[in-house]
């Protein structure tokens, strides 16, 4: 929907390693963020980007980088994959400061 | 300090219309009401938002009140496929502004 995709969709690890997502648009939008949603808290905010190399932290940026070199991907990086960073994880992307786009997701399991 | 209040669940018989309220009774003069919804394990999907409009599209109508302090989501003709969870979200038009989705109202269309 709404030309994104996520990769992984679903990802092991255990605790300590690094783990990368992926978000990758095809609608060439200037916004992009990422969420996590987890129960009893809804989806937060973890970062989002206003365009290439311009990013910025949400609520919940600790133990997340972020970096976006094209239009076109936003990555997520855990440096030092934690247990309590197992989520679901999403992408969305907006043209402009309306609406947002959501990708299918990425489950995240940390060991 | 939740902006906005809707019922947890609600039914709703197939082929008649689902209407769901949501309370924001503190919302300011630039914000917005927006509606998502999210069915089972996808990501969230942008149903229509309005500022003091009435609005419609393809997939729903949005009635505000004329305070301001409630809106209603009217899907007219509610299918199987529109039992999901369904998040009103108060916020201002600004990219740094993330959507903070509440528990929402669990809609099911019942055959």
């Known amino acids: 929907d709404a030309g994104i995709t996520q990769s992984p969709r679903h990802k092991v690890t255990e605790t300590g390693t690094p783990v990368t997502l992926r978000c990758h648009q095809t609608e060439n939008h200037r916004y992009m963020y990422w969420y996590r949603q987890d129960p009893g808290h809804g989806l937060r905010l973890i970062h989002y980007s206003y365009g290439v190399k311009d990013t910025d932290k949400g609520e919940v940026s600790d133990g997340y980088s972020v970096s976006r070199s094209k239009t076109e991907d936003f990555l997520l990086t855990l440096e030092s994959a934690t247990s309590s960073q197992t989520s679901v994880y999403f992408c969305?992307?907006?043209?402009?400061?309306?609406?947002?786009?959501f990708g299918p997701g990425t489950r995240l399991t940390v060991l | 300090d939740a902006k906005t209040t809707q019922p947890p669940s609600m039914d709703c018989a197939e082929g008649r219309a689902a209407n769901l309220p949501c309370n924001h009774s503190?919302?300011?003069?630039?914000?917005?009401v927006y509606w998502y919804r999210q069915i089972h394990s996808q990501g969230p999907q942008y149903i229509i938002h309005?500022?003091?409009n009435n609005e419609t599209n393809e997939m729903a109508s949005l009635i505000i009140t004329e305070d301001r302090k409630s809106s209603t989501l009217i899907l007219p003709h509610a299918t199987l496929r529109d039992t999901a969870v369904y998040y009103c979200?108060?916020?201002?038009?600004?990219?740094?502004?993330?959507?903070?989705f509440g528990p929402g109202t669990r809609l099911s269309v019942l055959p």
């Open positions: 503190t919302i300011s003069g630039n914000e917005y």
């Open positions: 969305a992307i907006g043209y402009d400061t309306d609406t947002q786009y």
């Open positions: 979200i108060v916020r201002v038009r600004n990219y740094g502004q993330n959507f903070v």
């Open positions: 309005g500022l003091k």
